[in-house]
């Protein structure tokens, strides 16, 4: 329950973002950018300058900042809260670090059900900084919806696995087909964090969530539906006890959206290697986000608009569209050309 202090802003009920998550009429094609700040925004980089990725996320004043940025030099549609998805990990405890140029690593990877067992459960308590960034955040963006952020399960398990990143996923999948109950532990308990820092997010005043699955893509759909889907399904079922919009976004995920979408979504992100038209076909009556090619900001800009145009006729198809690149935001993206393209979206057709 929202208290009266988190009570949502009137003017969300004429939120083109969250009209279009719901499948309902909009005003004007919805956009953001995911990553949209720190890949690229000067003004990120000068109050990154020094602070580690992990102090950055649980520091209420910074995160507030880097979240409102693209806000007020877009004019985006709805705002990403500033996160990364292993915070949850480090805030129950599990020694992890965000090493710059490589990513998460984690100094015990999980192995065995006494591994999973000694992860603690997410508890609202142990992250009072992202409630007390959230209602600030609220307070700041007034009409402009805020999207709650969370790993899902396999992404996050693979970091947990893996010790860090990795491209074959070959731990993970070790553990997948040869420790079932070990898998099934870990999937179980990441779910549940997930869920609750969700949950801790929309309690907070977040008016929809998105779920990261960046490398689901490296599964085929047999074992996706059977070892991973089930676990994503539980994160969005309890996000969508609360009453928000849930989008599932994950990688090179072309031969999964459907089953992404089954697990509970109300919008499935696609990535750019997806024609929006046929991904359209394939999640059903839901809507879709994306995705237009993150590289296309580096061509003419009547270029890059012709290609967004493409992309917003075909998302007149779905339940709903929301305009977004396929992936994050280039680090080396010039804002100006993001600026171009928010304006054009937002203005199209009209």
Same mark, same amino acid.
């Given at each position: 329950?929202?208290?009266?202090?988190?009570?949502? /802003? @009137? &003017? *969300?009920?004429? %939120?083109?973002?969250?009209?279009? $998550?719901?499948?309902?009429? =909009? @005003?004007?094609? @919805?956009?953001?950018?995911?990553?949209? $700040?720190?890949? %690229?925004? @000067?003004?990120? *980089?000068?109050?990154? %300058?020094?602070?580690?990725? *992990?102090? %950055?996320?649980? /520091?209420?004043?910074? =995160? !507030?900042? !880097?979240? *409102?940025?693209?806000?007020? &030099?877009?004019? =985006? /549609?709805?705002?990403i809260f500033f996160s990364d998805i292993v915070l949850p990990l480090k805030a129950v405890g599990v020694d992890l670090d965000i090493k710059p140029g490589v990513g998460p690593v984690v100094a015990k990877p999980v192995r065995t059900l006494a591994d999973v067992d000694a992860i603690p459960d997410l508890t609202p308590d142990q992250v009072p900084f992202i409630t007390e960034a959230v209602e600030g955040l609220v307070a700041e963006l007034g009409g402009t919806p805020l999207i709650g952020f969370a790993g899902a399960p396999f992404t996050v398990a693979s970091y947990l696995v893996e010790g860090g990143p990795s491209k074959e996923h070959a731990r993970t999948k070790a553990m997948m087909f040869g420790a079932p109950d070990v898998w099934d532990a870990l999937m179980r308990k990441i779910a549940g964090i997930s869920a609750a820092y969700l949950e801790v997010q929309v309690a907070a005043g977040a008016s929809a969530v998105q779920l990261f699955d960046s490398w689901a893509g490296a599964l085929t759909p047999r074992d996706y539906r059977d070892q991973v889907m089930p676990h994503s399904a539980a994160v969005l079922a309890r996000a969508g006890a609360l009453g928000v919009p849930r989008i599932h976004f994950g990688v090179g995920t072309a031969n999964l959206l459907g089953l992404m979408g089954e697990a509970g979504a109300d919008v499935v992100g696609v990535d750019w290697r997806t024609p929006l038209a046929e991904a359209i076909g394939k999640v059903g009556d839901r809507g879709v986000q994306g995705n237009l090619d993150p590289t296309l900001v580096f061509a003419p800009t009547d270029v890059m608009t012709a290609r967004a145009a493409e992309v917003i006729e075909a998302g007149r198809a779905a339940t709903g569209h929301i305009f977004n690149l396929g992936h994050g935001v280039i680090p080396t993206t010039d804002p100006d050309q993001l600026m171009r393209l928010t304006e054009f979206v937002q203005s199209y057709g009209s």
């Open positions: 329950m929202t208290s009266p202090e988190t009570s949502p /802003d @009137p &003017r *969300l009920a004429e %939120s083109a973002f969250l009209k279009a $998550a719901r499948g309902e009429p =909009v @005003p004007h094609t @919805p956009v953001w950018f995911m990553r949209q $700040a720190g890949r %690229s925004l @000067p003004e990120y *980089l000068e109050v990154r %300058s020094g602070v580690g990725m *992990l102090e %950055s996320c649980m /520091d209420p004043a910074l =995160v !507030i900042e !880097i979240t *409102l940025q693209p806000v007020r &030099r877009y004019g =985006v /549609d709805a705002a």
